[in-house]
């Protein structure tokens, strides 16, 4: 890490001048209040939040118009024959990866031979 050099215009004393009224530890504790506060249901003024949102896929439902194994449709996404009985089964869901793929083929079956 000693060797790290980062380039600037900005001279020592400008840096210094930026950062002199900046308390780092309270800057981090309120983004962490806010956070909270989101995840509560609280409405945050000035808080910038990006919901991600995810294709709805059902495993077995794309497996089966592949008419594909169970196996088959593992190997293709690259999970275990495990995880694919799992999200069948209602035990676990895909990883947002996995949907996103999944849906991909829903759309487009000719993906498969792209896949295999």
């Given amino acids: 890490?000693?060797?790290?050099?980062?380039?600037?215009?900005l001279s020592m004393e400008e840096i210094e001048e930026?950062?002199?009224?900046?308390?780092?530890f309270s800057s981090?504790?309120?983004g962490l209040e806010a956070a909270?506060?989101?995840?509560?249901?609280e409405e945050v003024p000035g808080l910038a939040v990006h919901e991600r949102t995810l294709p709805d896929v059902n495993?077995?439902?794309v497996r089966k118009s592949l008419?594909?194994?169970?196996r088959a449709f593992a190997a293709i996404l690259g999970v275990s024959c495990r995880t694919v009985e799992s999200w069948e089964a209602g035990r676990s869901n895909p990883t947002p990866t996995a949907r996103k793929l999944m849906y991909l083929i829903q759309e487009d079956h000719s993906l498969?031979?792209?896949?295999q």
């Fill in 67 to 70: 008419s594909l194994t169970q």
């Fill in 18 to 24: 930026n950062f002199k009224n900046f308390d780092l």
């Fill in 1 to 9: 890490m000693d060797d790290l050099r980062l380039e600037t215009s």
């Fill in 59 to 61: 495993a077995a439902e």
């Fill in 36 to 41: 909270l506060a989101h995840h509560s249901g």
């Fill in 28 to 30: 981090m504790e309120e």
């Fill in 112 to 115: 498969i031979q792209k896949l």
